[in-house]
């Protein structure tokens, strides 16, 4: 059974941590020792999701020049002006910049 004090709430599965089963994770956070391996492979997921947000974030951004553009040609600016803007749009997100 878990003992002595409480030193925090694991953000595995959000229970208490008593001093006498906790461990330290890669990212330097405090969960039980039962939870010690779903955390690490948290992590991993952590960093898929920022990784996919960042990925979404570039297609927001897209979307939006997008847009812009689709409201000049609705105010009467000809398509055809737009030819390299979209192109260069377009080709951002294929290359990621870092
Ligand atoms: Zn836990």
Do not use: Y
Not at 17 to 46: P, R
């Amino acid at each position: 059974m878990a003992g002595g004090c409480i030193i925090g709430t694991c953000p595995v599965c959000d229970d208490l941590v008593f001093e006498d089963e906790w461990q330290m994770t890669n990212d330097e956070k405090i969960v039980h020792e039962k939870c010690l391996l779903h955390a690490e492979f948290n992590q991993e997921e952590t960093d898929i999701i920022a990784d996919l947000q960042k990925r979404l974030d570039e297609k927001d951004k897209q979307v939006a020049s997008l847009l812009r553009i689709i409201r000049e040609i609705e105010q009467g600016a000809h398509p055809k002006l737009f030819k390299n803007q979209i192109q260069r749009i377009m080709k951002g997100s294929g290359e990621s910049e870092s």
